[in-house]
């Protein structure tokens, strides 16, 4: 059983800074691109940044320039450092990941979900 556990989250006032993690545990064979998604209040889950296997990143363009996600290879975490936090961010952050289980069998698996508010 392979399972994603997500920390970090919290209430921070606008212009602040948090610092997610995401923790990937099991049987794990290797990892391919782990990332985050977010999901505000009525809207649909979107991608907020992803750290490919080749060492590329994906941003939301909403989130450039503040955001920045970071990898621990040796201990299968994904960080995201969140900065100049805006209301319009305030949302579910999941963490998200690809991930070869053996050499044949391979799994996308969703964290738990940390809510992350920003509100003065």
């Known amino acids: 059983q392979v399972q994603l556990v997500e920390s970090g989250g919290g209430l921070v006032q606008p212009g602040g800074s948090l610092r997610l993690a995401c923790a990937a545990s099991?049987?794990?064979?290797?990892?391919?691109?782990m990332g985050w998604y977010r999901q505000a209040p009525g809207k649909q889950r979107e991608l907020a940044a992803q750290f490919n296997s080749d060492g590329s990143t994906n941003y939301a363009d909403s989130v450039k320039g503040r955001f920045t996600v970071s990898r621990d290879y040796a201990k299968n975490t994904v960080y995201l450092q969140m900065n100049s936090l805006k209301p319009d961010d305030t949302a579910v952050y999941y963490c998200?990941?690809?991930?070869?289980?053996?050499?044949?069998?391979?799994?996308?698996?969703w964290g738990q979900g940390t809510l992350v508010t920003v509100s003065s």
């Open positions: 998200n990941a690809g991930i070869l289980v053996s050499v044949y069998r391979y799994l996308e698996v």
């Open positions: 099991g049987t794990i064979f290797s990892i391919n691109a």
